[in-house]
């Protein structure tokens, strides 16, 4: 399993819908609801993680060190500052912003995934999971059809813990 957001990408990116192949079970992205529907893709759910701007900001910031986008060792003095103003002028990270990613500013991101949408959406807030990670992933096996008995659940909710 995967064990960081560089590697959660990958195995999701792998399993990325090929021509004539069934449906992936699962995908991860960060488009808006629209940018998948027009995708063409069979959606039979969603599961829309809302974190708080300000995190997702953070989040943002060190994934882009993580993945090279910005390398603090070569960058000049005051890069970050740089790098957080311009997330905030587009409410979101410009390069994620249209093409390829397909994600939106953080507002209509957000306002794109409470739409009515032609499929059941479960929303779930990243802080709640962080707070009480069984009643997450309760919640999450219910919404797919999965049984959420206690012992099932206890060891997913360990398993995807983070470190403290």
């Given at each position: 399993m995967p064990r960081d957001s560089r590697e959660l990408d990958e195995f999701c990116n792998s399993r990325a819908p090929r021509p004539g192949a069934a449906p992936p079970a699962f995908r991860k992205t960060h488009a808006t609801a629209a940018a998948v529907l027009r995708?063409?893709?069979?959606?039979?759910?969603?599961?829309?993680?809302?974190?708080?701007?300000?995190?997702?900001?953070?989040?943002?910031?060190?994934?882009?060190?993580?993945?090279?986008?910005?390398?603090?060792?070569?960058?000049t003095p005051g890069w970050e500052t740089a790098w957080l103003d311009a997330y905030i002028d587009h409410a979101g990270h410009p390069a994620w912003i249209g093409p390829p990613i397909q994600a939106a500013s953080w507002?209509?991101?957000?306002?794109?995934?409470?739409?009515?949408?032609?499929?059941?959406?479960?929303?779930?807030?990243?802080?709640?999971?962080?707070?009480?990670?069984?009643q997450g992933v309760r919640d999450l096996a219910r919404f797919c059809g999965l049984p959420d008995d206690s012992e099932a659940v206890r060891a997913a909710a360990a398993a995807t813990a983070f470190p403290a």
């Open positions: 995708e063409g893709a069979a959606v039979a759910g969603a599961v829309h993680i809302l974190r708080h701007p300000l995190d997702t900001m953070v989040s943002a910031l060190r994934y882009a060190v993580l993945t090279g986008e910005v390398s603090p060792e070569a960058a507002p209509e991101h957000l306002a794109a995934w409470q739409a009515a949408l032609p499929f059941p959406v479960l929303s779930l807030r990243y802080e709640a999971l962080l707070a009480a990670p069984e």
